[in-house]
């Protein structure tokens, strides 16, 4: 079993609509959470960290539930600029794990 | 420019056939890691270094090397790429051990193995 799972997609959604990713990671230890951003045969980008209490940037909102071991990203009014593989990461000491990615397009 | 280089960017070699991949940041971090990707599996990390002199095997070390005798670069080094080396590869700094928000990647090598 992976460490961090996430549903790969592709997600396709069109401009202007509400999407939502999540993750669930199986070590309970993990301590810190982000979200990244993949464009194809890029490197990955931070695009935001995942706190307990939920944290919002902008159009992107991201969840933790500890209990539950699972983390979400939501994107409201997506963008064609949103096109792009989100990875979720859980983090414990050196140890950062990293989901195969969720591919998500936005059309126009 | 803050940024993480890598060199090449893509390479196709033979099986037992040495190669390096360097890596250099100029950010004055401490801490560098080499991951690889793979399709379906995410980046798995092979080898990290908190500071100079200092590294330590990731998940998947086996078939690498790594060296940092400076602090700005980290090296990759296959003594004999075999086939299941051939992979998408990202070096990747950080202020220090902890600090994942400052943490930059290369572009990225992509390397095929035959």
């Known amino acids: 079993r992976k460490e961090v799972e996430q549903d790969p997609g592709p997600f396709n959604v069109p401009e202007g609509a509400t999407v939502a990713f999540n993750c669930t990671y199986s070590n309970s230890a993990s301590q810190s959470f982000f979200w990244y951003r993949q464009d194809c045969r890029k490197e990955p980008k931070l695009l935001m960290s995942v706190y307990s209490s939920g944290n919002e940037d902008g159009r992107f909102t991201a969840q933790l539930n500890r209990a539950s071991q699972y983390i979400s990203l939501l994107i409201r009014d997506s963008k064609l600029s949103d096109s792009a593989t989100y990875l979720c990461v859980a983090q414990n000491n050196n140890d950062m794990r990293f989901g195969a990615g969720t591919r998500l397009t936005v059309k126009p | 420019e803050a940024q993480v280089t890598q060199n090449p960017r893509y390479l196709i070699t033979v099986t037992g056939k040495k190669l390096t991949v360097t890596c250099s940041q100029n950010?004055?971090?401490?801490?560098m890691s080499w991951y690889r990707q793979d399709p379906g599996l995410g980046l798995r990390q092979i080898y990290y270094?908190?500071?100079?002199?200092?590294?330590d095997k990731g998940d998947v070390p086996e078939g690498y090397k790594v060296s940092r005798k400076e602090k700005r670069n980290f090296p990759l080094i296959l003594e004999s790429p075999s086939p299941n080396q051939t992979s998408l590869y990202f070096c990747?700094?950080?202020?220090?051990?902890?600090?994942?928000?400052?943490?930059?990647f290369g572009p990225g090598t992509r390397l095929l193995v035959l």
């Open positions: 270094s908190m500071n100079v002199e200092v590294t």
């Open positions: 990747a700094s950080s202020l220090s051990q902890g600090a994942w928000e400052t943490q930059y």
């Open positions: 950010m004055n971090h401490e801490y």
